[in-house]
């Protein structure tokens, strides 16, 4: 059973930086894809990134696309959401997830973590 522990929210003001980070324990994480979803109060829970096992292919939510960047060390059984210009409605709870396949985590299945909160003020 894989443990995901997320890090690195905090409050923001609006056009800032955030870095995100999940450790994974229980399970090398290294042959599974991995990603990100966020959810607002009052909204469901979001899509928001992936990456597959290797790192070379990621994919991310038209939103974010030219502002968040997702990484993977598998060395360090971590995966990260490099997140700069952030907006006002970037505020949620951001939760990582695990799976075998991005097409699994966009899909919102697979293992997850206790969420982080970034909050983005004006």
């Known amino acids: 059973q894989v443990q995901l522990v997320e890090s690195g929210g905090g409050l923001v003001q609006a056009g800032g930086s955030l870095r995100l980070s999940c450790a994974a324990s229980?399970?090398?994480?290294?042959?599974?894809?991995m990603g990100w979803s966020r959810q607002a109060p009052g909204k469901e829970r979001e899509f928001v990134a992936a990456?597959?096992?290797?790192?070379?292919?990621?994919v991310y939510v038209d939103s974010v696309k030219g502002r968040f960047t997702i990484s993977r060390d598998n060395a360090k059984n971590t995966v990260y959401l490099q997140m700069n210009s952030l907006k006002i409605e970037d505020t949620a709870v951001y939760y990582c997830n695990v799976a075998a396949l991005i097409s699994l985590i966009r899909t919102g299945r697979g293992s997850w973590g206790q969420g982080t909160q970034v909050t983005v003020s004006s």
């Open positions: 990456i597959n096992w290797s790192g070379d292919s990621t």
């Open positions: 229980g399970r090398t994480i290294s042959r599974y894809a």
